[in-house]
Every structure is written in structure tokens, then in C-alpha cells.
């Protein structure tokens, strides 16, 4: 018997791409959010609807869009898009997803390596609630320069460190 993960593990699964699909169609990040936490609701609620042989990131990006028309008409505002747009946004978001993944999953493997001063201070600056470089040389007691002088190197490893990640992935 073949498992099946349950739907909130696909859906998480994608998140990310979910994420920023709904983030280019709706400029406003609070109400990308907002849509977001409907399309998770209406996911659940319509576990059964999905096929398991199906794609899951094209039925929920159907779901994402619908959600995003619906809240263009309880806004009385008119789709911006039209639906031959919105397909060519879900096939180039596709398209891009696979190297997309392995940039993520590269980043969270360098971010893994930085020092543990570093990365306390990267976690600070991209938090959910980020905190500015003057807010995070309080919180560490440092100076506001030190603080931009170790962002700098913590993201300069990072990109070296995903760039190198990656040309190693396409080597092999």
C-alpha cells in the first residue's frame, strides 16, 4: 500500500510557491496573507476533491485564484487580470518551481553553517516581524554598524555559499 501524506503536508509542501503566486497578483502583502490562510481553509475543507494521482500545486493555485476573484468582488473592484494571463503566470511560476526548490533548499543548508551569532541576527532582520538594524543593535547591545557590517558578511557567505550548493547540484 503506497502512503499518501495528508493534504496539510502537500500544502506545505508547497507553500512557498503558493505563497508568492498569490504575492504577484495581489501587490497588498496583507491581503496575499489574508488569501493565503482561505486558499490552507478551503484545501482542508476540500481534501476530497483532489485527486492523488493529481497535481496538487495546479488544483491549489485554481483554489488561489478563485479566492483572489472573490476578493476582488467583495472589494466592488474589477479582476485586473484576465484568465489567459493568469495561465501564463501558473505556467512560468511551474516552470520555475523545480530550481526554485533547490535554491530553498540550498539557502536552508547554508543558513544551517552560519555561526550562531550570525544567524541570530539574520533571524532577526527576516523574521516574520523583521526587526530594523537599529532595533536589532539594541536588542544585542552592538552598534547599528556592527550590525550592518555582519548582515553583510553573513550575506555575502550566503550567496557564495547557495551559488557553490548549486553549481555542485548541476555538476553531478
Not at 14 to 24: D, E, I, N
Not at 30 to 47: C, G, H, K, P
Not at 48 to 56: I, N
Amino acid at each position: 500500500m503506497k502512503f499518501e501524506p495528508p493534504i496539510e503536508a502537500l500544502f506545505l509542501k508547497h507553500a512557498v510557491s503558493l505563497r508568492g503566486y498569490l504575492l504577484g497578483l495581489l501587490a497588498d502583502r496583507s491581503a496575499a496573507d489574508d488569501v493565503f490562510q482561505e486558499v490552507f481553509l478551503t484545501v482542508v475543507r476540500r481534501a476530497e476533491d483532489f485527486r492523488r494521482d493529481g497535481d496538487f500545486l495546479a488544483w491549489a493555485r485554481g483554489i488561489a485564484r478563485n479566492k483572489v476573484r472573490e476578493l476582488y468582488r467583495r472589494q466592488k473592484r474589477s479582476f485586473p487580470f484576465d484568465e489567459q494571463l493568469l495561465e501564463v503566470l501558473a505556467d512560468a511560476a511551474e516552470e520555475h518551481e523545480p530550481r526554485l526548490d533547490r535554491q530553498r533548499e540550498s539557502l536552508a543548508r547554508c543558513l544551517d553553517r552560519l555561526s550562531p551569532r550570525a544567524r541570530q541576527i539574520v533571524d532577526l532582520r527576516y523574521a516574520e516581524r523583521p526587526l530594523s538594524p537599529p532595533e536589532i543593535a539594541e536588542r544585542l547591545a552592538w552598534t547599528t554598524g556592527a550590525v550592518h557590517v555582519a548582515l553583510s558578511k553573513a550575506r555575502a557567505f550566503l550567496r557564495d555559499c547557495t551559488q557553490h550548493m548549486l553549481a555542485q547540484g548541476a555538476s553531478s
